[in-house]
């Protein structure tokens, strides 16, 4: 008993059909004498109510309820007193969450949740409950075993039986030990008919943090309500940074910050970005004015279309005349551009910032700020547009007036002259950098298996172009993930061009990480990697696939076993009908080399479903012309381990769903410029 820790939470899944049982759990749970002593900061908490909205009269007075949606965050074991159909939502959330499950058995549901159990006897007593449960919590090496078990059958096994009916023979009463623990689901059929998900609308709406430089006074009031209409029903942030006296009064706002003055763009922006909580942020002087409603909606659907882009601008008056967002037409295309956009109004992803870095205050006056930040955006390999749809009115000498402009330019000019060795002007210094290939790499922290991935390619470099990078962005890593590879690398006889982008806040999904990855990369053939997978030298040979009109050349793979079992994966199919056919052999990012302008054309993962990113990209890709070729080369061998994601989810379930949406006509909506051309703006 000595190795016990007070750390525990034991969450009660109450049903709403028969709450009773729960609330008397709780209450046992919460008084019981041989947990307390040892665990004095146990609570039981009430989540199944959360969840399910039922249940409320049967609370035990004074019980701490989890909001919906936040229990599994905060539980570290899930019982399950009752077994039906209502508390199936909780025990999903459970596995999803990695959280280990003890029910009951007798209710009949047991097909419902199968071996992601350890399952008692129907009448299980308080002390069989919490051994069960201890033991789950306490000994790793058990739950380790359970899973590699629970894996190995679910491989074996290709039916189960249908919701609601118990295999022949099966037993339903009577104590039994623990015998497997949480592992995918693997459905009984082939999903057919009507599609559970509709993903033509999975996609989310990004929200907005506006940044307005002000002094207050009529402006800024005639910004704001251009601002609001042009926002819609977008979830807006309003940041107002006032640097000195004010001329006038403030418009409402969500934040009001003040900036030393006198007054520099760049510093105001900067104090501005500490406030900033949405993806998305938007850069507007005070003096500058949407003119449709719903037009920075647009802007930010262009941004969730064109995974490509980091930033989007309108086209405008009062820009300068040379600067694209002068010369766009209205109905034009959207055009992508290599010169900086005006900082007068700019929409940006606020992760751009971990890799460029804010402002460079040392502009302290008129021109030149938001160009230096664009040059540096672009060593990085980011990439914008303007929208020629979106239009603004920006007044253009109202921030800093046309006296100071004349005086502060020539400065402004000199700096950016000396700190990048080139004129403030379009030229071909404002080419993007390009290598022929980009390593791709996002990780989420993974310290301890980096060393793994980078050295199969530092193995393996030789085989492909010289010119090469590897981009390792880290997603919100809270590990020595950046130390560990660094040190690595530098180790290296021969180290690898290796850029780490420490991202702060976690992009959400590991579709968006790898997305964000992409967009780092200068390449024009992408090799992502798995960051605890290792890549194959067969893998070269996909290069020569990508000579001709190949968009996506895709190899088979090695998959290794928790138990220690390797299994060679041939991709069978790499057609639509084919990846579409139910149970059919998905491939990851990780077993192809894919052209760079794919990305653009084709659109990026976006905020998609938590698992089976790489799936409903293909098929969307597939779907809209991307031009696929199968190489029968061994390219990657696919580590499984405890926290692969294919234990973290119910892959196998959601990813029949995925492909009866697309087999029904509702998969996802086109993204990048096939996206834009459904839209009917190409």
């Known amino acids: 008993m000595s190795n016990y820790h007070p750390r525990y939470r034991f969450g009660v899944a109450v049903a709403p059909e028969d709450p009773l049982p729960g609330a008397a759990l709780i209450r046992a ?20 109510a959360a969840l399910l909205g039922e249940a409320e009269a049967a609370e035990p007075a004074g019980t701490p309820r989890s909001e919906a949606g ?44 199968g071996m992601g159990c350890v399952w008692l006897a129907a009448e299980a007593d308080l002390t069989t409950i919490r051994a069960a449960g201890l033991r789950l919590l306490e000994d790793g090496g058990e739950r380790e075993a359970q899973l590699r078990r629970g894996y190995a059958e679910a491989r074996r096994q290709s039916r189960r039986p249908a919701p609601g009916a118990l295999p022949s023979g099966a037993e339903v009463s009577g104590s039994a030990p623990i015998q497997a623990c949480r592992m995918p689901v693997v459905p009984a059929e082939p999903v057919t008919g009507t599609p559970e998900l509709d993903l033509t609308s999975i996609r989310s709406r990004s929200g907005v943090t506006a940044i307005i430089p002000t002094r207050g006074g009529p402006r800024v009031h005639r910004c704001v309500r251009e601002l609001r209409r042009a926002a819609g029903d977008l979830p807006l942030q309003i940041v107002l940074v006032v640097s000195g006296g004010l001329s006038g009064s403030l418009p409402p706002g969500d934040e009001l910050v003040r900036a030393e003055p006198p007054f520099v763009w760049s510093r105001a922006n900067n104090v501005g970005l500490g406030q900033a909580t949405q993806p998305l942020v938007l850069f507007l002087n005070d003096d500058c004015y949407f003119r449709g409603a719903g037009d920075l909606q647009r802007l930010a659907r262009r941004l969730d279309q064109c995974g490509h882009l980091t930033a989007v601008a309108p086209r405008g008056t009062g820009f300068p005349h040379h600067w694209a967002q002068s010369q766009a ?86 700096r950016f002259r000396e700190k990048h060795g080139i004129e403030d002007l379009d030229g071909s210094a404002w080419d993007p950098p390009r290598c022929d290939l980009s390593w791709v790499i996002a990780s989420r922290n993974n310290a301890g298996h980096l060393g793994r991935s980078l050295g199969s390619i530092a193995a393996q470099r030789h085989l492909y172009p010289a010119d090469q990078e590897v981009v390792l962005a880290l997603d919100g890593c809270t590990d020595r993930s950046a130390e560990v590879a660094l040190q690595f690398n530098a180790a290296l006889p021969e180290p690898l061009r290796l850029r780490v982008v420490s991202f702060a806040e976690p992009a959400g999904t590991a579709g968006l990480a790898k997305d964000r990855a992409v967009r780092l990369a200068r390449g024009e053939i992408h090799l992502p990697l798995d960051d605890d997978d290792l890549t194959l030298p067969g893998r070269a040979s996909l290069l020569e696939v990508l000579a001709g009109d190949t968009d996506v050349a895709v190899g088979d793979f090695w998959q290794v076993g928790m138990d220690g079992s390797v299994a060679l994966k041939q991709v069978p199919d790499v057609s639509f009908a084919g990846l579409c056919a139910p149970g059919s052999l998905n491939w990851g990012l990780w077993a192809t080399a894919i052209r760079r302008d794919a990305w653009r054309r084709y659109g990026m993962h976006g905020a998609g479903a938590a698992t089976n990113d790489d799936l409903m990209l293909w098929l969307r890709w597939l779907r809209d012309g991307a031009r696929f070729r199968h190489l029968p080369a061994e390219t990657h061998m696919y580590l499984l381990r405890h926290g692969s994601t294919v234990f973290q989810y119910d892959t196998f379930v959601l990813g029949e769903q995925i492909r009866a949406a697309y087999r029904a006509g509702c998969g996802e909506a086109s993204q990048g410029l096939r996206g834009v051309e459904a839209d009917g703006n190409v």
């Open 29 to 48: 749970l919460r008084t019981d004498p041989e947990l307390l002593p040892l665990y004095p900061a146990i609570s039981a908490e009430w989540i199944g």
């Open 70 to 113: 936040h229990w599994c965050e905060e539980a570290d074991l899930l019982i399950i007193p009752v077994v039906t159909p209502g508390v199936l939502a909780a025990y999903q959330a459970a596995l999803q969450a990695g959280i280990p499950v003890v029910a009951m058995r007798g209710s009949g549901a047991e097909p419902l949740l």
């Open 329 to 414: 037409r209205p109905g034009g295309v959207l055009q992508e551009t290599r010169f900086a956009l005006c900082g007068a109004c700019f929409l940006v992803r606020r992760e751009a910032f971990a890799a460029v870095g804010p402002f460079d205050e040392g502009f302290a006056g008129y021109g030149c700020d938001e160009l230096d930040w664009f040059y540096r955006a672009r060593g990085e390999g980011y990439s914008w547009a303007v929208e020629a749809n979106v239009s603004v009115e920006h007044e253009g000498h109202a921030s800093f007036g046309r006296s100071r402009k004349e005086q502060e330019l020539p400065a402004s000019r000199a």
